[in-house]
């Protein structure tokens, strides 16, 4: 296997033909001035002479470091030489030199006309080592190399390929991870920058969506003020350099260092190192008709169907002329105050109340939107201070807030509190709890709190070698004791833990322990209103709004879906929000059965924001 | 409409992975007797018997009967075929693991002669007589003659190296000029000839396209010009059939194009027809410096863009077919192009002003917006270099896969904008004409060493910030690395024969044409 770094072998290759080469100079200066060959004319001769081989050496040396990549180029690599030769004059000979001297730069034609003799020996030394490096083969020690034309590789008028296989890389090192959310996504894009440096690693990302979920945003795609593609970069995109095999992983077998995804080659992928990064799934914690009748938010199909529903219920309600099934169609209950449930339900009154003044017959105090959260406060993960301004702007729009309650059950017209209030409602959407996918209990390694994959603090799997875990599927030690939070920021974080540790462990170094404290949190409230967090200081109102737009807006993957966001955003501005139901079936009420995956247990890998946010 | 039926063949037809050299098979070790040695033996005979010529007429024969302890011009002669034809071998040798075609292989005998300028008439030569290295600016001054001569034998060696090489027979993919890429290379060299005119006429002494040229009349003289420039287009479209992969390669490649434009029409062609003799010397080639960043730019960089761009265009409109299996898009890629040409370019406008902060030309920038404030001069500085940075990025996205090539690219952007901003745009923005004389390039040396030290950062900056989120050159498997290979493929072509070339007579030349 390769997967280890070795640029020590060509810098050596290059040090030699630079001392070499440099030696050949030295023997001119028998011939002419001494100072008018050495590399570094500065000191007396016999310092010269010192000082140019040492120079010599240094200069092969960066050559090897930064040669082109190619093998058989003689030509490339000598006039490449050539052209570190004519920067060393620059630096050398007219920079360092006088200011050695005290007579600062040579940059002027004057100046530089008396040293030409070192520009020729520059040049020369360059091109000769470029040349002797060729010789003596050092790009054939590279970690890898970008087979070209020169290689002897060709194409033929069929477009493939020709020519000798020679010199082929060594059999890199297989990482295979499964789960695209945030966490899977960050080791592949580590692992990509690792192999920049030659790191031998040959990535495959194993997912059943061929995106990664900004799931930050899907409280806006819900509300209508994002389109639904937008927040979802596409995993071939956002990790150019990995294999992706787009399918769902059915089993893993750390016996045979393999995991079986019926879409694969021969159904199953093998691996080196392997990464479980399968996130969480909804966990409707045994309440009656969760999960039959509530929304959830998870997925982009979780969100818009949603929105249409939330729309499709305005359209009834227009033309409801019962006044409290009208008062039912119109009341939208969010269980869960954390961040997504705070989000969803600020961004279903922005909704609902934009979209009004298209349903004429709808009164404006019949819109009832309730938000049941089981704690004393919402928002548990931020400050007090900050969770009652949380709570005062949400009062201040007429949402209505019910605490320290928890969900009976709910059924198709109704939810119940464990009070015994009823609220009469077709819309419950469930925020309440997630819990890690089923697919990890495959690993028949110790499982911790709900059945998450506990992990040292290197992030290696308890019990099993060479097998990584990340994200809200695992159970990471922190730094202080306890345990990291299940966040997006912390499943980005422990990815490039990962991706270093799986590269220390090639390299036969020790894996370090992952640490990070929080960046901050942050809240959208809607109507240009959020809460922030960061590094301790708390922020609020408009300010807070924009940082958590500007923020996020950075954070979302690839280019082109941050300019696709901006342009909903500013869209958002200044029109009203579309109503447009994207689908032609009438919307399910909570009577109406629910579509479900057939597999709970092997859905997709989601790295939720899900109540902890990003 | 198939990928042939519409509009130019040679531009609908299946365009080579860079430049004109096509997909091509290359010679292997087993073959290099056949494949190297012979045809570099032919072709030194060859290069030999052009600069063999050149010297009869310059007479330095007897210079390298000096070898032998003889004064015989016959002497002289058969040591020169004699060193002529190994270093032909060497040629064939150094070059066999590129690509193959009279486009690439031109530029690599040039870069080739020059360096053996250095290794043989500047230094073993002297060696050899028992005299010391002509390593000093008056020794090589009286070399200079050598100098282009060195650069001749490596044109005609390489082009008798193209004959002569068997790869070129077997080439996959070939490329021939058409009506329409000659065209092309007609219309992009008739816009540059009639800038270069109106640039030329608006000089004083109003100088012509040689020195060789004695004629006044300006109907005449500016004919001549744009008929240099669209002889030279052509001749550009006859080596490039199917212009360059990008542009700003294809702008580093036309400089160095009108840099051999000039030495064969200029300072060799015209003279000779005007009956001069050959003007190679020192001080003929002092005279006709007032032409040089006039070919470098106006017959060589920009009738290369427009033909790259007519070329692009031309694609675009009549082909169907597909550009490649890596486009990003204008958006994705165009976006990102600038922005790390921007950034790349604030870090190369930082290392430039220690230069221009050092030498105290802050004022003289600030004077395009006619204030002196060093200031003021130094933002304009910044805000251009930025600006020349985003200009990189267009040029040059996805054209450095190491940081050889990234310095190579860099620092030829670099030098380009040395003669385009120093010596020509700068003056013309603070109300005078283009600075195209020995004394003024002189003068610039050390906004030279400024621009190149800003083109290697520039490079380097945009290589690493390109590797960050597209690396493009790191391929997973076969299928896409034939795609990168369009590009990456660079080295087997003569792109780092074009650095080697721009440097050197963006450094050399200016130190040996300086006043003594």
């Known amino acids: 296997m390769g997967g280890t770094e070795r640029r020590g072998p060509q810098i050596a290759a290059g040090a030699f033909c630079g001392s070499v080469t440099g030696g050949l100079l030295a023997v001119l200066m028998v011939f002419d001035d001494v100072s008018s060959v050495s590399l570094l004319p500065v000191g007396t001769p016999s310092v010269q002479i010192a000082l140019h081989l040492v120079v010599a050496a240094a200069i092969g040396a960066v050559f090897g470091w930064i040669s082109p990549r190619t093998d058989r180029a003689h030509a490339a690599l000598t006039s490449s030489g050539l052209i570190i030769g004519l920067l060393w004059w620059v630096i050398g000979p007219l920079t360092f030199v006088p200011i050695i001297r005290g007579d600062g730069t040579m940059w002027s034609l004057v100046q530089a006309t008396p040293v030409f003799s070192t520009l020729i020996a520059s040049l020369l030394h360059g091109s000769a080592t470029g040349l002797c490096f060729a010789v003596v083969g050092g790009p054939r020690i590279l970690p890898w190399s970008v087979p070209t034309a020169s290689r002897g590789v060709g194409i033929d008028e069929n477009g493939d390929q020709v020519g000798d296989d020679e010199a082929q890389p060594a059999e890199p090192t297989r990482v295979v991870i499964v789960g695209g959310g945030f966490g899977g996504v960050a080791v592949a894009q580590r692992l990509e920058a690792l192999a920049l440096d030659g790191s031998g690693i040959d990535v495959t990302l194993v997912s059943d969506r061929n995106f990664l979920l900004f799931t930050p945003m899907l409280a806006e795609v819900a509300g209508s003020s994002v389109e639904q593609q937008h927040i979802s970069a596409p995993l071939r995109a956002a990790c150019p350099r990995t294999r992706f095999v787009r399918g769902r992983a059915t089993d893993i077998d750390v016996e045979a260092r393999l995991v079986r995804v019926a879409e694969a080659p021969r159904g199953e992928v093998c691996y080196d190192h392997l990464v479980v990064a399968l996130g969480s799934v909804p966990d409707d914690r045994d309440v009656p008709g969760v999960a039959d009748h509530c929304f959830s938010l998870k997925t982009l199909d979780d969100a818009t169907r949603l929105r249409n529903h939330v729309i499709s219920m305005m359209e009834r309600a227009d033309v409801e002329t019962d006044g409290a099934e009208r008062r039912s169609l119109l009341t939208f209950v969010v269980a869960g105050g954390g961040f997504a449930g705070t989000e969803m339900v600020a961004e279903l009154c922005d909704l609902a109340h934009s979209a009004l003044r298209h349903y004429p017959s709808v009164p404006i105090d019949e819109l009832r939107f309730v938000l049941v959260h089981s704690r004393d406060r919402i928002l548990p993960e931020i400050g007090a201070e900050l969770a009652d301004y949380a709570l005062d702007k949400l009062h201040a729009r007429g949402i209505e807030t019910v605490l320290g309650t928890h969900v009976d059950g709910v059924t198709p017209t109704s939810l119940t509190l464990d009070a015994g209030t009823e609220i009469a409602t077709r819309t419950v959407v469930w925020t309440a709890g997630n819990q890690p996918n089923a697919l990890v209990t495959a690993l028949g390694c110790e499982l911790g709190d709900r059945g998450a994959v506990v992990t040292d603090a290197t992030l290696a799997v308890t019990g099993l070698d060479r097998v990584w875990a990340l994200g809200d599927c695992a159970q990471v030690p922190d730094s202080e004791g306890g345990r990291c939070p299940p966040t997006a920021q912390h499943a980005t974080r422990q990815g490039t833990t990962v991706a270093d540790n799986i590269l220390a462990v090639e390299q036969g170094r020790d894996p370090s322990p992952f640490s990070f404290s929080s960046l901050g949190t942050l809240v959208a409230l809607g109507h240009r209103t959020a809460v922030a967090e960061i590094r301790g200081r708390r922020f609020s109102g408009i300010l807070a709004w924009f940082m958590w737009r500007t923020i996020y807006l950075f954070k979302l993957p690839t280019l082109e879906k941050k300019a696709r966001v901006v342009v909903d955003w500013t869209v958002d501005l200044l029109f009203p929000r579309d109503i447009v139901l994207t689908t032609d079936s009438p919307q399910r009420d909570l009577g109406d059965e629910p579509e479900r995956d057939d597999d709970h247990t092997a859905r997709p890998a989601t790295t939720t924001a899900g109540e902890n946010g990003a | ?516």
């Open chain 2, 1 to 516: 409409m198939n990928a042939r039926s519409g509009g130019d063949a040679d531009v609908a037809s299946s365009p080579p992975p860079d430049g004109d050299g096509a997909g091509a098979d290359v010679a292997c070790d087993s073959d290099m007797m056949s494949e190297a040695v012979g045809p570099g033996a032919l072709a030194g005979i060859v290069g030999g018997a052009a600069f063999g010529a050149a010297m009869i007429d310059l007479g330095s024969l007897e210079t390298i009967a000096s070898l032998a302890r003889s004064e015989s011009v016959v002497v002289g002669f058969v040591i020169h075929f004699v060193i002529a034809i190994a270093i032909g071998v060497g040629f064939g040798l150094l070059v066999r693991f590129q690509r193959p075609g009279v486009g690439e292989t031109l530029f690599w005998g040039m870069a080739y002669g020059a360096v053996w300028w250095f290794v043989g008439a500047v230094t073993l030569l002297p060696l050899l007589s028992g005299e010391p290295l002509a390593w000093s600016v008056d020794a090589a001054r009286s070399l200079v003659p050598s100098l282009i001569g060195h650069l001749v034998y490596g044109a005609f060696t390489a082009l008798g190296f193209v004959v002569f090489d068997r790869r070129s027979r077997h080439r996959v993919v070939s490329a021939h000029p058409t009506i329409g890429s000659v065209s092309r290379g007609a219309i992009a060299g008739l816009f540059g000839g009639i800038t270069l005119a109106l640039i030329l006429d608006a000089q004083p002494g109003r100088p012509t396209v040689s020195s060789a040229m004695t004629t006044t009349d300006r109907p005449l003289t500016g004919a001549v010009t744009v008929l240099v420039g669209v002889v030279a287009g052509i001749g550009f479209a006859l080596l490039h059939p199917n212009a360059i992969a990008g542009s700003g390669p294809a702008l580093v490649r036309g400089m160095v194009y009108g840099f051999l434009a000039w030495i064969v029409l200029a300072v060799t062609v015209v003279p000779l027809a005007s009956g001069d003799g050959l003007t190679w010397t020192v001080d003929d080639l002092r005279d006709g410096f007032a032409t040089l960043p006039g070919y470098l730019l106006f017959i060589g960089a920009v009738p290369a863009l427009v033909y790259q761009w007519l070329t692009s265009l031309t694609r675009a409109v009549a082909s169907d077919r597909h550009a490649g299996g890596d486009q990003e898009g204008v958006g994705t890629q165009g976006l990102r192009a600038i922005f790390g040409g921007a950034a790349a370019g604030i870090v190369g406008g930082t290392v430039f002003s220690i230069v221009i902060v050092r030498t105290g030309d802050l004022p003289g920038i600030a004077s395009m917006v006619a204030v002196d404030s060093p200031t003021v001069g130094l933002v304009l500085h910044l805000v251009t270099s930025v600006s020349i940075g985003v200009g990189y990025g267009v040029f040059f996205v996805k054209r450095s896969n190491d940081v050889s090539s990234a310095l190579g690219w860099g620092i030829s952007y670099g030098v380009f904008w040395w003669l385009m901003g120093s010596l020509t745009l700068l003056p013309v923005l603070a109300g005078g004409s283009p600075q195209w004389n020995v004394e003024a390039s002189s003068e610039a040396f050390p906004s030279l060493v400024g621009h190149l030290a800003y083109g290697a950062f520039l490079g380097m900056v945009f290589y690493r910030l390109e590797a960050r989120y597209d690396p493009w050159w790191v391929s997973r498997n076969a299928a896409e690395e034939r795609r990168a290979r369009r590009a990456a493929d660079q080295l087997a072509g003569s792109a780092p024969a074009l650095w080697v070339l721009t440097v050197l007579f963006a450094v050399v030349i200016p130190i040996l044409l300086a006043p003594a």
